[in-house]
Nanobody, 121 residues
Framework: AQLVESGGDLVQPGGSLRLACAAS????????LAWYRQVPDNAREWVAA???????NLADSVKGRFTISRDSASNMVFLQMNSLKPEDTAVYYC????????????????WGQGTQVTVSS
């Protein structure tokens, strides 16, 4: 089972990017899918998640700017990023997981290789 990200690029502040993640295995259809990001020497940060029923949650730092979506037919998840800021610069990772009984997202150990997003003028 694999998760493969794409779409990272260099973009100017205020610009937009759309990241995509292809899930190779049918098992992911029943999982919550999420995006994380990481900058060097920092912990991986949760960004957004979407359930199989398309219920979404986003980190406060990206609310109003990022949108997560998924396409069940193609088994893909997307992250539309608008109004990008330099602090959004990171490697973005796709992940599969679940919500705990207390409502927190918990990742399975399924990660993509990451895609670099750089926001700079």
């Amino acid at each position: 089972a694999q998760l493969v990200e794409s779409g990272g690029d260099l973009v100017q502040p205020g610009g937009s990017l759309r990241l995509a993640c292809a899930a190779s295995a049918s098992r992911f259809r029943g999982d919550v899918l999420a995006w994380y990001r990481q900058v060097p020497d920092n912990a991986r940060e949760w960004v957004a998640a979407i359930t199989p029923g398309h219920r979404t949650n986003l980190a406060d730092s990206v609310k109003g700017r990022f949108t997560i979506s998924r396409d069940s037919a193609s088994n893909m998840v997307f992250l539309q990023m608008n109004s990008l800021k330099p602090e959004d610069t990171a490697v973005y990772y796709c992940n599969a997981g679940y919500y705990t009984a207390s409502g927190h997202y918990a990742p399975y150990e399924y990660w993509g290789q990451g895609t670099q997003v750089t926001v700079s003028s």
